[in-house]
Nanobody
Framework: QMQLVESGGGLVQPGGSLRLSCAAS????????MSWYRQAPGKERELVAG????????NYASSVKGRFTISRDNAKNTVYLQMSSLKPEDTAMYYC?????????????WGKGTLVTVSS
């Protein structure tokens, strides 16, 4: 059974840092493109960052570029999101996503999320 479990969220002051982790199981992690999304109250879910299967290619939302870093450890089946210089507008539920295209279809998995609150 496939599973994505996020952890590392919490309350942090503006300017602080957090590292989110997403542990994967039940599928071949190293063959999936991994992403972090977030959803703030009253807003739509948005892409935060993505990373290719080998980690060689990453992309970021403009709002987090230079402050957040996505990485993965295929040996540990885990993807990370290092967040620094956090702002109140980064407050959201953060979700891990795994995606792989098989040509005529795709597999798309989501975790249940971890809450990040940036407040003084």
């Amino acid at each position: 059974q496939m599973q994505l479990v996020e952890s590392g969220g919490g309350l942090v002051q503006p300017g602080g840092s957090l590292r989110l982790s997403c542990a994967a199981s039940g599928f071949t992690f190293s063959t999936y493109f991994m992403s972090w999304y977030r959803q703030a109250p009253g807003k739509e879910r948005e892409l935060v960052a993505g990373i290719s299967t080998t980690g060689g290619i990453t992309n970021y939302a403009s709002s987090v570029k230079g402050r957040f870093t996505i990485s993965r450890d295929n040996a540990k089946n885990t993807v990370y999101l290092q967040m620094s210089s956090l702002k109140p507008e980064d407050t959201a539920m953060y979700y891990c996503n795994a995606y792989r295209s098989f040509g005529s279809y795709a597999m798309d998995y989501w975790g249940k999320g971890t809450l990040v609150t940036v407040s003084s």
